[in-house]
């Protein structure tokens, strides 16, 4: 499973009247958080939720939504912290946390004796490089989730069409739904020419 935010814009009351007047104002986003299955294209759930919300604290509720086990977590460096782990390790606690740590990142006091997941990533950053440990884990995988982003914007929109929060959370859904509906019919299937 891969695991990413992207922004969603809604034009507010005042849009227009900037546009028209000039002048700057808070922008009104929306942050659609998807879970992703890497090898089918899949959305497996989603969440909509206002900008102010950290991607690390969607982790759980978007893994409370999927019923079945998981056998990997793949998300960028916005979700590095042991609560990502914790709550990965609650749901499936043979998944495998494939999340990049902070370049200031240290291993645990621990990690001598018994080191957690992302001591051993930390330990193979140092000894391979950042690149080396992207290539030994497969962090590629990990794109995926942008093209699902992309498809959303696409074929969807970048804004929600509803005005309402709980309005727009139901259009969300019903979006994924239809790009999963239409990732069933078949994806494009492209071949090295040269």
């Not at 982790?59 to 793949?74: F, M, Y």
């Not at 370049?103 to 490089?129: F, K, L, W, Y």
């Not at 859904?173 to 494009?188: D, F």
Request: with cysteine.
């Amino acid at each position: 499973m891969v695991i990413d935010s992207t922004g969603l814009k809604v034009f507010g009351r005042g849009e227009w009247h900037l546009e028209k007047h000039g002048g700057t104002a808070r922008r009104c986003w929306r942050k659609l958080h998807l879970a992703v299955d890497p090898a089918t294209g899949e959305i497996l759930t989603s969440a909509l939720t206002g900008n102010e919300e950290g991607d690390a604290s969607l982790v759980g509720p978007l893994l409370d939504q999927i019923t079945r086990p998981i056998g990997a977590v793949l998300a960028d460096g916005a979700y590095d912290g042991e609560p990502v782990y914790r709550s990965v390790t609650a749901h499936s606690p043979n998944a495998e946390v494939i999340i990049p740590p902070r370049a200031t990142a240290v291993v645990s006091d621990t990690a001598e004796r018994a080191p957690t997941r992302r001591d051993r990533h930390i330990q193979m950053i140092n000894e391979r490089g950042r690149l080396g440990w992207q290539r030994a884990v497969q962090y590629g995988r990990r794109s995926l989730v942008e093209v699902a982003m992309l498809r959303y914007k696409v074929l969807i929109g970048r804004s929600p069409r509803a005005r309402t929060l709980p309005a727009q959370k139901v259009e969300a859904k019903a979006a994924c739904a239809v790009i999963n509906r239409m990732t069933s019919l078949g994806m494009p299937t492209s071949r090295k020419v040269a």
